[in-house]
């Protein structure tokens, strides 16, 4: 496995080995907000690498604080920069800019020292459903085994449309929603801040090569079409939910918060954690049938810290194995109806859950819908989130003992506000 | 009341009085695509007032292809961009473009060869479902009538988020959607073209003035936040809704087209309009209530034009004040959770249908779920739309006599694609 020259690159616990590359928007005291990649503890600025013609050819839009122009120019350009990048980086690779100490102190940024954005401009983001277990279960919580699965579930990834200007990147605090609930017993619905307040640990795919109006996708197509995988907390109030998802889904339940990570980790890159198809019990129309194995194997953790201590109990431990419908079979069915796919769309796997209690991608299944408490490694307990709880999410395939890793997507819960409107 | 020195403007039959000014996006060979001010029957170009010094004071960016710039300038410039283009316009106003034949000449621009685009970046799309009538029906041909509202429905506003990279501007072409259904009386889909293709006949707001992530609002906050209203036809394929709709709420049945109207009609121009709150059964929650009259009374009608004949024939005739939730209930509720609001955010009422079976607003209403032919005054009948079908839709409010009215919304049907991907 080939090595690269910059520090901590090679760590066996590094996120960002040389064979991954992923992009970032990040800012430093002086730069606007641009792209970057990252490797090992440093952020390589891709803006520095074109400005001083290490980086020659079209414009990816590398100045600019979001990936939408770049993933917008398709497979070929990605690419030609990851092959640039890998020689610039690599031991034994081109020296332009290994050589270049006044270069590398300009381009080469220390991670610790960068804010990082949001990667890309959240187009579109729809959430699917596509994990059995978890389908399995919450439907389980609701409705009673028998009646889990709805009969389309078997037959078609199951998604809604999300909220996209909610999406925020990992570090934003997540303020607990105000919303309607309905009291147990109770024929009337009160005010006041959700009491069931839940994570889902998911997988973030993004549509980089966008698709016309009316434009349909293979699997294999929309496969081509898929720029990179991110970590996703898509943060739900289960009370709000529950009394606002019938008959049109779920809607200001999800709408306060979507974290993503702040590294869009690439399809190249995950290309030695690719993983076939689950068994199903059901043979799929034919749209949605895969010619190569199209998932990947990618663990992912959920770790939960109080506000009284800096001690992270590992709350989730789950893989995206677990996944019964593959993100190209998502697209694949999101364009069917000709819907307009755009360079920046963000498809949710859905809450990612495993078959043992604690591999469950969210609390409402590991409390089962609020009747257990789920002990802390590190002391206390929850059934939901309480103000003051940090929640990070990680994942990372494995490769030749190296990861392929995401880095962090993590949020703090604050206390609702008081007061609706500018008072509040 | 106050006319206009441009031709047309006065004629009682006209949808764009001086009272009116509503705002869109245009293109005429040689200008790049811009906002304008429709008034009579012309386009009133702002770019050029702005060049030409009869606009001045802040860049509300009217050069650009999308309103969404001047919509966050806020309340305080819309209302002064409105009274200074009524005195410009007005018989008796400033004469500074009146009797400027050459700048007339420029900044005048036929509608007829004009080229309209939509109005605004959409950057989110929710729909709603605020008319009592329209939930009581679908409820009732899908549940029965004792079952046709769920709970909530009294309680709150029911949405959910659309897709918004597929609305389009009025005159856009709708391709019939594939999709899984499942046929009567079958266990297992199939893939096909709907059968079943539906109109909704629905009122779009349209918010100017954005929120920041965690802000809530009260109603009439929300209020002051809307800058205007559209025409808007929710395409619905009731075949793959039906199938797709459980747990999670419709998807690709209605995200392969939503048309608007081209123009906005400003708060401000419906102010005349406005209406109060009908009779309802339930108290609502406080963050609901209403201090002043926030409905409007537009009439808004559906004609249908067969491929083969060029007469259109009128299948809805409905009204706004039909709405359960107004446009400022309907923001008020969206931004509950903290969720961010943003200008270019349109909200759809939901189909608007009133009591009798001719104010039905989409084609399901009126065939009670496919059971009866609707007949056509010029001839022929239908449950659902068949390729080459025309529909428009009108709206207007009466002020002393005088239309204030939104022009036109209109798609004709294309036939599905005839395979999946590429090859399609």
Chains 1, 2 share one sequence.
């Not at 034994?92 to 100490?101: D, I, P």
């Not at 020292?113 to 990667?119: F, G, Y």
């Not at 570090?171 to 009160?190: D, F, M």
């Not at 496969?223 to 995988?229: I, S, Y």
């Amino acid at each position: 496995m080939t090595q690269s020259w910059v520090t901590g690159a090679n760590r066996a616990d590094c996120d960002f080995p040389l064979s991954n590359l992923p992009y970032g928007v990040f800012e430093v005291s002086g730069r606007p907000p641009r792209c970057g990649i990252a490797i090992g503890d440093m952020i390589l600025d891709l803006t520095e690498l074109v400005t001083n013609g290490l980086l020659t050819g079209d414009d990816y839009g590398f100045d600019r604080p979001a990936l939408n122009h770049f993933m917008a120019a398709g497979p070929k350009a990605w690419e030609t920069v990851r092959n640039r990048v890998t020689d610039l980086l690599a031991d034994g690779g081109s020296a332009e800019l290994r050589e270049n100490v006044a270069l590398c102190r300009q381009a080469l940024v220390p991670q610790a020292t960068a804010q990082m954005h949001l990667p890309i401009e959240v187009k579109g983001y729809t959430d699917f459903y596509a994990g059995r277990q978890h389908a399995f279960n919450s439907g389980s919580i609701l409705r009673g085994p028998e009646n889990a699965l709805t009969p389309n579930w078997s037959h078609m990834p199951i998604g809604y449309n999300g909220r996209a200007s909610t999406v925020v990147v990992s570090g934003t605090p997540v303020r607990r929603p105000l919303g309607q609930t309905l009291p147990g017993g109770s024929a009337t619905p009160v005010l006041g801040p959700s009491r069931r307040l839940d994570i889902e640990v998911e997988f973030g795919a993004i549509v980089g090569l966008p698709t016309e109006l009316g434009q349909t996708l293979t699997v294999d197509e929309a496969w081509e079409h898929l720029f990179g995988f991110v970590l996703l907390n898509d943060w739900s109030a289960r009370d709000i939910q529950r009394w606002e998802g019938q008959p049109l889904g779920p809607f200001q339940s999800k709408a306060f918060a979507t974290s993503i990570s702040p590294w869009v980790v690439t399809r190249a890159a995950l290309e030695p954690c690719r993983h076939p198809a689950p068994l199903r019990d059901t043979e799929l129309l034919p749209y949605l049938h895969e010619n190569a194995p199209y998932f990947f194997d990618i663990t992912l953790e959920a770790h939960l810290t109080p506000a009284d201590t800096d001690r992270a109990s590992r709350i989730v431990q789950t893989n995206t194995t677990h996944l019964t419908y593959s993100a190209p079979q998502l697209l694949a069915h999101h364009a069917l109806s000709g819907c307009r796919m755009q360079s920046g769309d963000l498809l949710g796997s859905g809450t990612i859950s495993g078959p043992e209690r604690h591999n469950f991608g969210c609390l409402m299944e590991q409390s089962w819908g609020g009747r257990d408490e789920i002990a802390l490694e590190h002391g206390g307990s929850r059934k939901f989130l309480e103000d003051g709880d940090s929640v990070t999410l990680t994942g990372w395939g494995m490769v030749n003992g190296q990861r392929i890793g995401f880095g962090r997507c993590e949020g703090q819960i604050l206390p609702a506000p008081q007061q609706i409107g500018k008072a509040g």
